[in-house]
């Protein structure tokens, strides 16, 4: 009886402790829409590596967590963006690499900072059904001074059927929201034109 003691505590405390189960937000951008008239400079893209490989964990349901990571996930999306917005768009390797802002004619540098937070409806299930997604981009210019700042957020629920059948679906529609609120955002920031 001891025995079966100590496993129902240890299964309790693992339990109590939950686990980072894995997910990602990476949203659908086939259907992000360029504008009509795109702003006519051409920017780079930063991603440092650090942030590129970077994974976060937050709250999923029932005492879990989930982890996933951000800038892989939205990078695809973050460049959709830009290109739709912007003439041309173009990875760069750092914010000061001077080959690629004269070989591409580079006049802003956008470096996007992405904080998210998670929780669930669930008390049974980890997947996360409340997502929030913050994306922030540094603007400057080919000197490297600051031009502006443009930011969005994405706000993706969903119900506890719908995260049975895609664990992510709450981060991609949040991710989604928050791409296509920055693309508006970018449109309307006088200091790009």
């Not at 339990?15 to 051409?42: E, F, W």
């Not at 996930?73 to 690629?100: C, I, Q, R, W």
């Not at 980890?126 to 700042?149: H, I, L, N, P, Q």
Request: proline share 4%; aromatic share 6%.
């Amino acid at each position: 009886m001891h025995k079966y003691k100590l496993l129902l505590a240890a299964l309790v405390s693992l339990y109590l402790a939950g686990c980072a189960h894995p997910m990602n937000i990476r949203p659908d951008v086939d259907s992000l829409q360029p504008p009509a008239t795109r702003i006519q400079k051409n920017v780079g893209l930063y991603v440092s590596p650090a942030n590129h490989g970077l994974e976060v964990t937050t709250a999923g349901g029932g005492g879990d967590n989930v982890r996933y990571h951000p800038y892989a996930d939205m990078e695809t999306g973050l460049y959709k963006v830009l290109g739709n917005v912007f003439a041309n768009v173009t990875v760069v390797n750092s914010p000061h690499d001077a080959a690629a802002i004269a070989q591409h004619s580079l006049n802003y540098i956008i470096e996007p900072t992405v904080t998210t937070n998670s929780s669930s409806s669930g008390i049974f299930t980890w997947m996360a059904t409340d997502f929030t997604v913050m994306v922030s981009c540094r603007v400057s210019d080919a000197e490297g001074k600051d031009v502006t700042a443009v930011s969005a957020t994405g706000i993706g629920k969903a119900d506890s059927a719908e995260v049975r059948h895609d664990f992510s679906v709450a981060g991609e529609r949040a991710s989604r929201d928050a791409l296509e609120k920055l693309q508006a955002a970018f449109l309307a920031a006088q200091a790009l034109k």
